[in-house]
């Protein structure tokens, strides 16, 4: 239902970003790698540090299940068909990425659950206890890959730091300036964000043109003229069925270019790697600054306003 409803709601993005780019370039053709590594080891690696307790389990699993799949239990056949085809697509799909594991996750937890030593009745205690001290070491480091962080509260500071922004319920849009918030302002009620990077050149061998319909747009082209005035829009009307995702990505050849793009937006708030804290002096008019977190600050517009509405009730649902 959702391939066939944006099929007909967005059927340009949907052949051009879903089919041509997605399935055609990054799945089946030579897209540029992240990692030099083969196939298997890339996942293997990246399984190990994601959750060494769940591959080691299913790893002890793996005779007593294929010997159930040879003896044709239903369940473990079914199992045995998901693993197969969610890893033969794993290695099948050209791009490597670690997100695409989780497929295979769910079903190596039941084979790990199922068919696991620890499982039989005689050896219930021993499983409780390797399970309870398993748990205790994840939960003891949060901020590892596979660490668990009950209780810990937001473990990322950029996204603490900005959750608290949000919760000032302030009506200017936020620029992020090599954001390192994971995309967690994303999720948060800002009147508007955007992404700046700063990236001398810009190169992209997709069908989809981001950089011609405006959603990727440079820095000093973006602080010439607004939105508003830019024919570009209606292109990305016909396009995306709205204008929503105009200029959300913002690129910079220098800081410099960062610079002119403060300078233009007297309405807007900025956060900022501390390499930009000279800026400060400068914009004092227009801006001011508040600490953001280790190597972070926040530029904070001067006209900006409280706004009404349940903003704040909202920032604190995220969390």
């Known amino acids: 239902p ?3 409803y944006h099929l007909v709601a ?3 993005w949907f052949w051009a970003e879903y089919v041509r780019d997605e399935i055609l370039f990054w799945g089946a053709g030579r897209p540029p790698q ?3 590594e083969p196939h298997v080891w890339f996942y293997l690696r990246r399984l190990a540090a994601l959750d060494p307790v769940l591959l080691a389990a299913f790893a002890v699993s793996l005779p007593a299940f294929a010997s159930a799949v040879r003896k044709g239990d239903p369940g473990a056949r079914i199992l045995a068909a998901w693993l197969a085809a969610a890893g033969a697509s794993l290695l099948a799909f050209q791009y490597r990425n670690a997100s695409y594991l989780l497929p295979l996750v769910p079903a190596m937890a039941i084979v790990a659950a199922a068919w696991n030593p620890l499982a039989a009745r005689r050896a219930g205690r021993a499983a409780v206890f390797v399970l309870a001290a398993a748990a205790a070491v994840k939960a003891s480091r949060p901020l590892e890959p596979w660490g668990l962080p009950y209780g810990r509260g937001m473990t990322n500071p950029a996204g603490k730091a900005l959750r608290d922004l949000c919760l000032q319920n302030r009506n200017a849009e936020l620029i992020l300036v090599e ?3 994971e995309f967690v302002s994303a999720v948060l009620p800002f009147p508007r964000v955007r992404y700046c990077y700063l990236q001398p050149e810009y190169r992209d061998r997709r069908s989809l043109d981001f950089r011609a319909l405006k959603i990727v747009a440079g820095a000093d082209e973006f ?6 005035a830019d024919p570009a829009l209606d292109r990305l009307q016909a396009w995306n069925g709205n204008r929503l995702p105009y200029a959300t990505t913002l690129l910079a050849a220098s800081a410099g270019e960062v610079a002119r793009l403060i300078q233009a937006s007297p309405q807007t708030d900025f956060y900022l790697p501390e390499v930009f804290e000279p ?4 914009l004092a008019r ?3 600054a508040l600490r953001a977190g280790p190597g972070r600050f926040f530029l904070l517009s001067s006209s900006a306003r409280p706004r009404p509405g ?3 009730a909202l920032c604190r649902l995220t969390e």
């Open 2 to 4: 959702w391939h066939l």
């Open 34 to 36: 992240t990692s030099a």
């Open 179 to 181: 954001p390192d918030d």
């Open 286 to 288: 227009t801006h001011f």
């Open 310 to 312: 349940p903003g704040p």
């Open 223 to 228: 602080a010439a003229g607004r939105p508003e």
């Open 10 to 12: 967005h059927s340009q």
């Open 279 to 282: 800026l400060v002096a400068e």
